[in-house]
């Protein structure tokens, strides 16, 4: 029987031009990981400034550069239509690698910001 996972992967953008790289291990009854979704306490500067890479037991999801345009949605977006589906990625070694890049895009003033990887997924009961 598998149950329902969800996990926030945070990290802080203190600096214009930031990269900051994360790697954390899953518990050892996640099986599969099935979604995820970029979130941001400041969505605006995520949103245009954004970009991430995504590894989950080495197997790259998202490749390096890759826009968070893409991910984000506005609250206009149904609460279904949020998260990105991956089908069932095995968890494996259970680590999740997540590398997020902050770039000047010439349109919005960089503000610190937080940018967390929500990820969800199936465990062992």
């Given at each position: 029987?598998?149950?329902?996972?969800?996990?926030?992967?945070?990290?802080?953008?203190?600096a214009a031009g930031?990269?900051?790289?994360?790697?954390?291990?899953?518990?050892?009854?996640?099986?599969?990981?099935?979604?995820?979704?970029?979130?941001?306490?400041?969505?605006?500067?995520?949103?245009?400034?954004?970009?991430?890479?995504?590894?989950?037991?080495?197997?790259?999801?998202?490749?390096?550069?890759?826009?968070?345009?893409?991910?984000?949605?506005?609250?206009?977006?149904?609460?279904?239509?949020?998260?990105?589906?991956?089908?069932?990625?095995?968890?494996?070694?259970?680590?999740?690698?997540?590398?997020?890049?902050?770039?000047?895009d010439g349109l919005?003033?960089?503000?610190?910001?937080?940018?967390?990887?929500?990820?969800?997924?199936?465990?062992?009961?």
């Open positions: 029987m598998t149950k329902f996972f969800s996990q926030d992967i945070d990290v802080q953008i203190t930031q990269t900051v790289k994360r790697t954390v291990e899953l518990d050892k009854s996640v099986k599969t990981i099935t979604h995820y979704t970029i979130l941001s306490n400041r969505e605006d500067l995520a949103y245009y400034r954004g970009s991430f890479r995504l590894v989950i037991n080495k197997d790259e999801i998202v490749p390096e550069g890759y826009s968070t345009k893409k991910i984000m949605c506005w609250p206009t977006v149904s609460a279904d239509d949020r998260l990105k589906s991956i089908g069932n990625r095995s968890t494996g070694n259970g680590l999740i690698d997540f590398e997020y890049t902050d770039t000047n919005t003033v960089f503000a610190p910001y937080t940018v967390t990887l929500s990820v969800e997924g199936e465990r062992e009961a």
